[in-house]
């Protein structure tokens, strides 16, 4: 099993800045991806931020420009630098990620979630 914990969610104003991180934990040979999603009231879960093995992030259209997303493979850890924040980006934030066990299989999982709100 692997334990993803989230962290650095808050309550900000329009235009300030918040950086979430999330860890992986448990048994598993190797991370292939982590990423970003939210959920706001109402809608779906979407992609915000992702970055896989390759090193070649993806990002939502809403976020270009305004969050970056990085890994430290050392730590099993994903961020994401969240700059000029808007009241649109209010949502419940899930870390993903994907992994290879010691059997060679991939699994999915989710983090707990940690909200976001911001402000106008």
């Known amino acids: 099993q692997v334990q993803l914990v989230e962290s650095g969610g808050g309550l900000v104003q329009a235009g300030e800045s918040l950086r979430l991180t999330c860890v992986a934990s448990?048994?598993?040979?190797?991370?292939?991806?982590m990423g970003w999603y939210r959920q706001a009231p109402g809608n779906q879960r979407e992609l915000v931020a992702e970055?896989?093995?390759?090193?070649?992030?993806k990002y939502a259209d809403s976020v270009k420009g305004r969050f970056t997303i990085s890994r430290d493979n050392a730590k099993n850890t994903v961020y994401l630098q969240m700059n000029k924040l808007k009241p649109e980006d209010t949502a419940v934030y899930y870390c993903?990620?994907?992994?290879?066990?010691?059997?060679?299989?991939?699994?999915?999982?989710w983090g707990q979630g940690t909200q976001v709100t911001v402000s106008s």
């Open positions: 993903k990620t994907a992994v290879t066990d010691l059997y060679f299989r991939t699994s999915n999982y």
């Open positions: 448990g048994r598993f040979a190797s991370i292939n991806f």
């Open positions: 970055l896989p093995n390759t090193g070649i992030a």
